[in-house]
């Protein structure tokens, strides 16, 4: 049996496997996705939780003007030496901590962000403060289902031979029905108006991309295209769901 990779998040290091970026990447496509089929990707947008770049460069790309708050310093340099000349500014803060300017933003997205803080309450009270009237605050999130618990709290951060993501990334106190955050985003005056949910194209694929980025048989930039995340309306989010809300007009 060959030695097991390090699990390292916002990692440069050869070899490491970061399991934060790997969801990222995985995601990017039904992010965007979201964004467009709701006409959400338009004028100043805020991301919490902008990790190493990902959906706020594809942000940007889709002509938003994007400032992106993570947590991890590390993250943050990542994210800014590959933004090049995109327009996106990279900032090292909490998302319970955010500070910037009131009724500034057009779109907030929460991004690896509702299933990390122990405070969602205060997250959701800072990104209200932050729209403009009119504005949407955007999410993904995981479900508190028991096929959520098997995916995040057993195969990726416990099993050894599945294992992406360091101990403790996730709880199950943190993990989030959608009744559950739709009351918070209500209790701070924001109206929910979807929520939908994605799935990767067949669960076996997901577990084969995993074993395939953990024995290095595939790069990061591989994982979308074998991972093949779909958006699924129509279907119960059982793992994992976009949504968003508005702030009155």
């Not at 390292?8 to 990447?25: F, I, K, N, Q, W």
């Not at 559950?180 to 694929?205: N, Q, T, Y």
Request: glycine share 10%; proline share 8%.
């Amino acid at each position: 049996m060959g030695t097991a990779p390090l699990i390292e998040l916002d990692s440069t290091r050869p070899g490491a496997v970061d399991g934060r970026r790997l969801r990222a990447v995985a995601f990017q496509d039904v992010r965007m996705a979201y964004l467009a089929e709701h006409r959400l990707a338009r004028g100043r947008a805020l991301v919490l939780g902008g990790g190493t770049g990902e959906l706020p460069h594809g942000m940007a790309r889709a002509g938003m003007d994007v400032t992106a708050l993570d947590p991890s310093p590390a993250a943050t340099r990542i994210a800014e030496a590959a933004a090049g000349d995109l327009a996106v500014v990279h900032r090292t803060a909490r998302a319970e901590d955010s500070d910037v300017p009131p009724a500034s933003f057009d779109l907030v997205y929460a991004a690896d962000t509702f299933e990390i803080t122990g405070d969602l309450d205060r997250v959701v009270e800072l990104a209200a403060r932050a729209l403009r009237p009119g504005g949407a605050l955007a999410y993904d999130t995981v479900n508190r289902t028991v096929p959520a618990k098997l995916v995040y709290l057993g195969a990726f951060q416990r099993l050894p031979w599945t294992r992406i993501m360091p101990p403790g990334r996730y709880a199950s106190a943190r993990l989030r029905r959608p009744s559950d955050v739709a009351a918070v985003l209500s209790r701070h005056g924001l109206h929910p108006e979807d929520v939908c949910g994605f799935k990767p194209a067949s669960a076996i694929g997901l577990v084969k991309t995993v074993l395939s980025r953990r024995r290095g048989a595939i790069g990061d930039a591989e994982v979308a295209a074998m991972a093949g995340f779909v958006l699924d309306p129509d279907g119960p989010p059982v793992v994992t769901y976009l949504g968003h809300a508005r702030k009155p007009a």
